[in-house]
Each structure stands twice: as C-alpha cells, then as structure tokens.
T-cell receptor, first 114, second 110 residues
Framework: GAVVSQHPSRVICKSGTSVKIECRSL??????MFWYRQFPKQSLMLMAT?????????EQGVEKDKFLINHASLTLSTLTVTSAHPEDSSFYIC??????????FGDGTRLSIL | QKEVEQNSGPLSVPEGAIASLNCTYS??????FFWYRQYSGKSPELIMS????GDKEDGRFTAQLNKASQYVSLLIRDSQPSDSATYLC??????????FGGGTRLMVKP
C-alpha cells in the first residue's frame, strides 16, 4: 500500500522550456501532497505544500510564479517549472499523505536544464 | 526555527555489526518521528515511524525515542552491505509537515 507514482523520472531540456511533473497517489486518496527539491549531497528542501482544491502554500524563497502547483484531485498534483534555467536543475520529489499517516515519496524527477 | 540535527558521517561499520544512527530535534511539541532510507540518486523510503517514548522494533530495525532528551535513534542489527545508504531523520511539525535532518551516510563494509 501507499504507492506514489511520479512522472517523468528524467527530463533534459533547453533553457526557457516549461516542464510539468506529475505526482499520483495510486492506492489512497492524498489529503496533502508535498513538493521537495534536493541538490547533490544536500538534504531535502520543502518547496510547497498542496491540499486538494486549494492554493499551494510555498516555503520562503520559493517563487510561486515560477513553480506552479496544481492539486486538482485527491490523487493528482502537478508541479510546473516555468521557463526553466540551468539553476533549476535538481532532483524534484513529491510526497503524499492522508490523515495522520507518514508521507510516502514518489521516485523523483531528475531535471537537467541545458 | 525548528531544527533536526544528524551527524553527516560517513558512519562505517563492518558487515554483521550494529549500526547506530542518532538524531536530535529542537521542537518540543513534535509528536511523530520517522526514519527514511535514501539510496544514492533515489527518493526516500520510509523504514520506521515512532510516536511514543521507548523502543519500536521491526525486523532488524529498532527505533528509539526519548522526548525528554529530544532524541531519536535508529539501530540496525546484523548490518548488510545493502543497508549502505543515507538515513534521514524526519520530525513532524505543525500542519503535518516534515522537517528533515541532513542525513547520515552509512557504509557497511563486507
């Protein structure tokens, strides 16, 4: 149980491209989804918290107009990196939870901007 | 600011030994504590959760929580080379958000 699917797993694209990442909870309804970013040899950094049907809550320093989050249903959240640049290259990971259960993570998306 | 501290390591143990991973946290109001394992290039995988003082055992893993000392640990018995990974301590703060420690890199040598 508690399977979270994230797609795509790897993206390589040119600077200025917008990239959309999907996060799905496959066998449970996620009341809350989270988006993290992890740079090499660093720990996870929370970017935003997303609740179904409401606006995402962004952490300090994360540009909401650059990282668009949509949580359209209890099983799907998307993160769109708009006009991505090389400094946005990172490992993006989503997690999902329901009730007071632990967060379960997707497999992550490695984004490389050339 | 809520903090979760871990020794970055690497912690090197021989195969078959007990690996002891430690974590301290600053928020006395924290209620839920988790250990995640992260292999290089992969996302974190939940291996243990603990909510009350004392020990919780699951197979070769034992989580220990001491809220008075704001300390949580993970013991791995009979360590295997496949246990080599970074272990992340996570603490549940307000709004079900997790605050992660920086992780401890464990190396189990055959």
């Amino acid at each position: 149980g508690a399977v979270v699917s994230q797609h795509p797993s790897r993206v390589i694209c040119k600077s200025g491209t917008s990239v959309k990442i999907e996060c799905r909870s496959l066998d449970f309804q996620a009341t809350t989804m989270f988006w993290y970013r992890q740079f090499p040899k660093q720990s996870l950094m929370l970017m935003a918290t997303s609740n179904e049907g409401s606006k995402a809550t962004y952490e300090q320093g994360v540009e909401k107009d650059k990282f668009l989050i949509n949580h359209a249903s209890l099983t799907l959240s998307t993160l769109t990196v708009t006009s991505a640049h090389p400094e946005d290259s990172s490992f993006y990971i989503c997690s999902a939870m329901t009730g007071d259960q632990p967060q379960h993570f997707g497999d992550g998306t490695r984004l490389s901007i050339l | 600011q809520k903090e979760v501290e871990q020794n970055s390591g690497p912690l090197s143990v021989p195969e078959g030994a007990i690996a002891s991973l430690n974590c301290t946290y600053s928020d006395r109001g924290s209620q839920s504590f988790f250990w995640y394992r992260q292999y290089s290039g992969k996302s974190p995988e939940l291996i243990m959760s603990i909510y009350s003082n004392g020990d919780k055992e699951d197979g070769r893993f034992t989580a220990q929580l001491n809220k008075a000392s704001q300390y949580v640990s993970l013991l791995i018995r009979d360590s295997q080379p496949s246990d080599s990974a970074t272990y992340l301590c996570a603490v549940n703060s307000a709004g079900n958000m997790l605050t992660f420690g920086g992780g401890t890199r464990l190396m189990v040598k055959p």
